[in-house]
């Protein structure tokens, strides 16, 4: 089948029938013309060499057709009408059509157009091709004709004279033709009547041409990206027939076989290239697949140890925060106030997610920059909701019964009013930490209303001028002192108005008047300055259901801001107000510093604001600083040292924090102490009574104290709490850490009273029954761990404590416990202060504990006469011994022969020489002797 645009294949390789196949296409073409030219010419569309020929030996038509085209070419022609052209007639006279024949050559040449023999008419036996010259010389006319067409006859005909070109036009023309319309129309050429479109074919060609022309240059370079470009209206095979056309206008005297072969080379060096080109693309593509499969595989392993790292990065962040809070870190959370002027150089170089915060002097481009690291930064555009969110999760541990306290620290202006409070007028979004944690505060206490009842109290005091003033009370004028937690119910402040809050109204309410209450002024620095320090407690006590007991406090500080007075201009009263706010700013300091050095005496008393945070930062409570900056480079020097306080801060360890919670088994335990108290007592007036039976009572020789706790303690509780608890029982729990009454201590409280039965028992005293015992100290000290920890450094005393010291201690007990008195110990044991008063507190309770009302075990009896016989022998009669003394204050008897109390009760029986004079004293105490 023909191709479509009139193209020989390419794939054919064999030469002589692509010759004869494009020499048939020429010559179809040839005819077609002529038909169009002279009128029929009654052969086939597609006639042999034969058939063409022999329409063309009488030279008629030639000349008729040169005449055509070139008016008068042939001025004379033969023409023999009453001869028919048909193959079966007879040709004419030779004369006749060889003058015509010669005419017509002639005229060709004149026209300098490819011309033929005339004997190429006259050949009986055409060889396949010998027809061509006659076909090229035809196909010239045409182009003649068609380029006087197009041009009118002016300028030089550049005619192609090859008779390749002339076919190669030829097919170009056929292509063209056979889709003239269509390219016309792409072209944007008027189509329509057979004329024009002979012109655009013209134009078309003449076109395409000099687009080939134009290109020739870089032929070799980029010849089909060139074509391409060119005229890419066109199919593909058209710019390939161009390509040819071009080649062979480039070489007008290359024959046709030249052409071709070159044509052949140039495909086979086109063929191998597409070969090496689509080997390339295959080894590129696989090349490119293996690379894609390998960075996909990377990217999956990149994201997942990105994962990975993200994962371990939040583990390691709270791992480090865990770290923080066993170490009782301050958590330091550093925030950077916006820049109120965009014009005005910052000071902040860089906050990072980590926490690290880089500044520099713009002043001084060439200082190093300085490099921070902090729990969180938040940079100035951090909205308070952000903030907060960071800070929510301590403020709920208040509620399961920690001390919190948050204060904000800065220069002033800086931000930390916004803060703590938001904005005067803030509602909303602006509110700052104290509403959202109240908020927050009571939204857990509902959430959890079904296991345990909150109570919520709050207190809002300022310190203006060290002196401490209550912000909700009806006087804010009047000062309050602070006192000590302890003695005040957990109170510091028990003078401030408490006030119970149910909702976040009355918070809200209770917070307008403090902040209405507090001092602002205006200075150079900032408009509302606050001049105090302000201290917004929450108390919160929550009753569990389950019986326990628990207690949080929230201390939030606004503090009032450093400020260098030359810049705040401030005079007078004013300056004043700066001085004090440095000044308690600066004993903060050296509180930070005394604790970060972990120095035995730390400044809490140097100013009011240390001793109201005392608690907070020296007790066990979580404290987070917000350590305020102004973004401006001017505050430059401010921000360096707001910034490096706080890092100061974020280095102390104050202990991990404890829980405020008292379980349902300690409440029990406390309850059944003082029950055995009462017991204790109500046994004491039993004996009372029972001796009053027996003797007359003496007035004055029992203490108001014991006849008031004898009075106070109802008989009954001491009958039922007996009947409950057998000494005997709780005794054996307690020395061999076996429990066998309904109450059992729990192990700790077992541990406690055994150290103080180790002290008690450790006393190198009088030969007991069973020999001298040795003196252990060991005991004392391997019982460190349990000494409870007193102030001012009681533990130390206590390590350092010796066998007298523990003598002491015993004979105190002894002393307390029965009332025996002991001259020279009863002042060493004055000396350790409150510390041993605390101990033999204890030692009274437990020994009572231990021991029941007055029993005494046979060691003790037998040690207690030990040290009686050495202070009678340390005291000579001269100088009576304590007990002595007492003895005859109380009117004592000597030990007598009377068997002792203890040993009726416990039924052991005990010689009466070995009752305890202790017994006897302890019995004397609440009867007068016998008489
Ligand atoms: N994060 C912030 N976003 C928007 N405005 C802020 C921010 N921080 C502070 N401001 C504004 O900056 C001004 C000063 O802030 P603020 O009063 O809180 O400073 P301060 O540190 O409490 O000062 P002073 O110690 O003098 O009381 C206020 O007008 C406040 O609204």
């Not at 706010?581 to 035995?600: E, F, P, T, W, Y």
Request: glycine share 8%; with cysteine.
């Amino acid at each position: 089948m023909e191709d479509p645009c009139g193209i020989v294949p390419f794939r054919d390789n064999r030469v002589a029938s692509r010759k004869a196949e494009e020499a048939g296409l020429r010559r179809y073409r040839a005819a077609g013309w002529l038909e169009s030219m002279v009128g029929p010419l009654e052969i086939p569309p597609q006639p042999s060499e034969a058939e063409f020929v022999s329409r063309l030996r009488n030279g008629l038509v030639l000349c008729n057709l040169i005449n055509k085209i070139q008016p008068g070419a042939v001025p004379r022609v033969i023409n023999n009408h009453s001869h028919r052209l048909t193959l079966e007639a007879q040709p004419p006279p030779a004369y006749q059509y060889f003058e015509n024949i010669r005419n017509f050559l002639v005229a060709v040449g004149e026209l300098k157009l490819p011309a033929f023999e005339a004997s190429d008419l006259e050949r009986d036996t055409l060889e396949s091709g010998s027809t061509s010259k006659i076909v090229d010389c035809i196909l010239s006319l045409k182009s003649f004709h068609e380029w006087k067409m197009y041009s009118g006859g002016n300028g030089s005909c550049k005619f192609p004279k090859s008779p390749v070109v002339l076919n190669s036009s030829g097919k170009f023309f056929s292509h063209v033709t056979s889709s003239r319309s269509e390219l016309c129309g792409r072209l944007g050429m008027p189509t329509g009547s057979k004329n024009q479109e002979t012109n655009n074919e013209a134009l078309l060609i003449k076109t395409l041409c000099e687009r080939v022309f134009s290109s020739k240059e870089n032929i070799d370079q980029n010849i089909l990206s060139s074509l391409l470009s060119g005229v890419s209206v066109l199919p593909k095979c058209l710019f390939i027939q161009l390509l040819h056309c071009s080649w062979c206008l480039g070489n007008v005297n290359c024959n046709h076989g030249q052409i071709l072969e070159a044509q052949e080379k140039e495909l086979g060096g086109m063929k191998v290239l597409l070969s090496k080109m689509r080997t390339d693309v295959l080894s590129f593509h696989s090349q490119l697949q293996s690379d894609l499969t390998q960075l996909g595989s990377q990217v999956q392993g990149l994201s997942v140890s990105a994962l990975g790292y993200s994962r371990a990065m939040k583990e390691n962040r709270s791992l480090y925060n865990m770290l923080q809070d066993l170490k009782g870190s301050i958590r330091v959370y550093c925030r950077i106030r916006p820049g109120f002027d965009s014009e005005v150089e910052s000071s902040i170089e860089f906050t990072g997610d980590d926490g690290s915060l880089r500044i520099a002097d713009p002043s001084k481009p060439k200082d190093p920059q300085k490099i921070f690291q902090f729990n969180k930064v938040f940079p100035g555009t951090a909205t308070q909701e952000e903030v907060y969110r960071d800070t929510q999760p301590l403020i709920r541990s208040v509620m399961d019964g920690y001390n919190v306290c948050i204060f904000a620290y800065g220069q002033t202006g800086s931000g930390k009013t916004h803060t703590m409070f938001g904005r005067s007028d803030a509602c909303g979004a602006d509110l700052g930490i104290n509403y959202r944690a109240l908020n927050d505060l009571f939204e857990i206490s509902c959430s959890r209303s079904d296991a345990i009842k909150y109570e919520v109290r709050v207190q809002m005091v300022e310190i203006y001028n060290d002196q401490v003033r209550d912000l909700l009370g009806d006087d804010s004028s009047s000062t309050i002192e602070i006192r000590s937690c302890s003695g005040n119910g957990g109170l510091s402040l028990p003078d401030a108005a408490l006030h119970a809050v149910k909702y976040p109204e009355d918070v809200r309410r209770l917070m307008r008047l403090g902040e209405s209450n507090r001092v602002l002024c205006s200075t150079a620095i900032n408009q509302r300055s606050s001049r105090s320090h302000s201290v917004l407690t929450v108390h919160v006590h929550g009753e569990e259901i389950s019986g326990g007991a628990i207690y949080g406090r929230l201390h939030l500080v606004d503090l009032a801001g450093s400020e260098r007075v030359d810049k705040s201009e401030v005079t007078g009263e004013r300056l004043k107000e700066a001085q004090h706010i440095n000044r308690s700013l600066s004993c903060l300091g050296d509180v930070m510093a005394a604790l970060g050095q972990k120095n035995s005496h730390v400044p809490y008393r140097n100013c009011k604001l240390t001793q109201l945070l005392q608690d907070s930062l020296g007790g066990q409570a979580k404290t987070l600083m917000f350590a305020h900056v102004s973004p401006e480079a001017d505050s430059y020097e401010e921000t360096i040292s707001t910034l490096r306080f706080a890092q100061r801060v974020s280095r102390v360890e104050l202990g991990s924090a404890t829980r405020n919670r008292e379980s349902n088994e300690v409440r029990k335990l406390r309850e059944q102490v003082e029950d055995l108290k009462k017991a204790m007592a109500a046994g004491r007036r039993g004996d009372v009574q029972r001796s009053e039976a027996t003797t007359p009572p003496c007035a004055g020789q029992m203490s108001s104290g014991n006849r008031q706790a004898a009075d106070e303690t109802p008989n009954l509780a001491s009958k039922s709490l007996t009947k409950q608890t057998p000494l005997r029982s709780r005794r054996l729990s307690l020395e061999g850490g076996v429990s066998h009454g309904r109450n059992p201590l729990p192990q700790a409280r077992v541990s406690e009273l055994t150290f103080l039965l180790q002290i008690r028992s450790s006393i190198p005293g009088p030969p007991s029954e069973e020999g001298q015992r040795p003196l252990p100290e060991e005991v004392c000290f391997s019982s460190q761990s349990r000494i409870p920890r007193l102030e001012n450094g009681s533990r130390s005393t206590l390590q350092a404590r010796t066998p007298e010291f523990s003598r002491n201690m015993a004979a105190e007990t002894l002393e307390a416990d029965g009332g025996l008195s002991w001259g020279q110990p009863r002042s060493r044991v004055k000396d350790v202060g409150s510390r041993g008063s605390q101990i033999r507190k204890s030692l009274q309770t437990f020994g009572r504990l231990i021991n029941g009302d007055n029993r005494r075990s046979p060691r003790s009896i037998a040690f207690d006469r030990h040290l009686l016989r050495r202070n009678h022998h340390q005291n000579p009669p001269e100088k009576p011994s304590p007990v002595s003394r007492r003895q005859s204050l109380v009117s004592l008897p000597t030990p007598g022969a009377r068997a002792s109390r203890r040993s009726s009760l416990g039924g052991n029986p005990v010689p009466a020489e070995t009752t305890s004079r202790r017994q006897s004293v302890g019995r004397c105490l609440c009867h007068p002797p016998d008489s």
